[in-house]
């Protein structure tokens, strides 16, 4: 089936070690998102691929990047993780930007210790 | 804050019951989108609908908005234990934003 997988479901990492999330699609979709979600918040977009097209969301923290070698996958990079970055990164793909429905992975939780 | 604004937060009803959740959102949209998220799961798309559309149905979901009053509501019919889950509004504004509102939590009991 087609679909969005993101690896790995469940992340632990040291607080200021630099950590990598990964999404891969199956879709053929242009363009790629990352959210973040605390809990019981709603998901909060960090940035968009249209694309190669990089859009970084005005308050997205500098310590967020972003790369999206081909079509298939995006990576979120975290280069010195605070404890205030523990939440849920959920990756999600759509057509094309704006008036389509995005297809959401299962998500990585993070964990800072 | 810039999110929609969902109510109620958290919503208990008993299965076959009719559920009703609403979002008021601040500034003109092109679109709007509800989302189902089950707990530890991603997001599940479930309607979009247009700013020049009032009513949108789907199974038995049933979809308004009220452009006038920036508002729009979900209605799930005849509730399933397996409905139970976290319920977003979603908008796309005519300044080129996307933003998630705060989201209803349902318990439907078997």
């Known amino acids: 089936d087609a679909m969005v997988i993101q690896n790995p479901r469940y992340q632990v990492t040291q607080f200021g070690k630099p950590v990598t999330l990964?999404?891969?699609?199956?879709?053929?979709?242009?363009?790629?998102?990352?959210?973040?979600?605390?809990?019981?918040?709603?998901?909060?977009?960090?940035?968009?691929?249209?694309?190669?097209?990089?859009?970084?969301?005005?308050?997205?923290?500098?310590?967020?990047?972003?790369r999206r070698p081909n079509t298939s996958f995006c990576f979120l990079d975290i280069r010195s993780p605070g404890l205030g970055d523990a939440a849920m990164y959920l990756c999600a793909t759509s057509r094309d930007y704006r008036a389509e429905p995005q297809h959401f992975g299962d998500g990585t939780r993070l964990s800072i210790l | 804050s810039q999110q929609g604004e969902e109510d109620p937060q958290a919503l208990s009803i008993?299965?076959?019951?009719?559920?009703?959740?609403?979002?008021?959102?601040?500034?003109?949209?092109?679109?709007?989108?509800?989302?189902?998220?089950?707990?530890?799961?991603?997001?599940?798309?479930?309607?979009?609908?247009?700013?020049?559309?009032?009513?949108?149905?789907?199974?038995?979901?049933?979809?308004?908005?009220?452009?006038?009053?920036?508002?729009?509501?979900?209605?799930?019919t005849a509730s399933r234990a397996a409905d139970t889950a976290s319920y977003f509004c979603a908008t796309d504004n005519t300044g080129n934003q996307f933003y998630f509102g705060t989201g209803t939590s349902l318990t439907v009991i078997p």
Request: charged share 20%; proline share 2%; hydrophobic share 25%.
């Open chain 1, 22 to 66: 990964s999404c891969s699609q199956t879709l053929n979709h242009n363009v790629m998102y990352w959210y973040q979600q605390k809990s019981s918040q709603a998901p909060k977009l960090l940035f968009h691929y249209y694309d190669k097209d990089f859009n970084n969301e005005a308050d997205t923290p500098d310590n967020f990047q972003s």
């Open chain 2, 14 to 76: 008993q299965e076959g019951e009719n559920a009703t959740m609403n979002c008021s959102y601040k500034t003109s949209i092109n679109n709007l989108q509800w989302y189902r998220q089950n707990s530890g799961r991603g997001l599940v798309h479930l309607i979009l609908i247009r700013s020049n559309e009032r009513e949108k149905h789907s199974g038995r979901l049933r979809v308004t908005l009220d452009t006038s009053k920036k508002s729009s509501s979900l209605l799930i």
